[in-house]
């Protein structure tokens, strides 16, 4: 989900000038192993980085202004496109390291 991760902080809205970058703080989360075995992964805002990197969930929803009361939503949806651009790096990562390992076991 490495991979995947770079694509999203490359889509994420760049902050304004005097502001921290917000995207450097995203990350991959927790990696879940289910009996069954399936496997279910994380990436970008969690518990541990929610201050660094709140106002790129409000950028991905949308808010209201403040000041205005004006309801501001000009990147409303990019951590879903950004998802959406990183699943073939990150399915494809799968796959080779799933490859891999039944290779492993094969030989």
Same mark, same amino acid.
């Given at each position: 989900? *490495?991979? #995947?991760?770079?694509?999203? *902080?490359? =889509?994420? @809205?760049?902050?304004?000038? #005097?502001?921290?970058?917000?995207?450097?703080?995203?990350?991959?989360? *927790?990696?879940?192993?289910?009996?069954?075995?399936?496997?279910?992964? #994380?990436?970008?805002?969690?518990?541990?980085?929610?201050?660094?990197?709140?106002?790129?969930?409000?950028?991905?929803?949308?808010?209201?202004?403040?000041?205005?009361?004006?309801?501001?939503? @000009?990147?409303?949806?990019?951590?879903?496109?950004?998802?959406?651009?990183?699943?073939?790096?990150?399915?494809?990562?799968?796959?080779?390291?799933?490859?891999?390992?039944?290779?492993?076991?094969? =030989?």
């Amino acid at each position: 989900m *490495k991979d #995947g991760l770079e694509i999203v *902080k490359s =889509k994420a @809205p760049k902050a304004s000038k #005097g502001s921290t970058n917000s995207a450097e703080h995203l990350k991959v989360g *927790k990696i879940k192993r289910y009996k069954s075995g399936s496997v279910w992964g #994380g990436m970008g805002i969690d518990s541990s980085n929610w201050e660094n990197t709140k106002g790129l969930y409000f950028q991905h929803w949308g808010y209201e202004h403040w000041k205005s009361g004006k309801r501001v939503q @000009p990147h409303v949806g990019w951590f879903d496109e950004a998802l959406l651009a990183s699943e073939e790096t990150i399915l494809g990562s799968l796959e080779d390291k799933l490859v891999s390992e039944i290779d492993k076991i094969l =030989k």
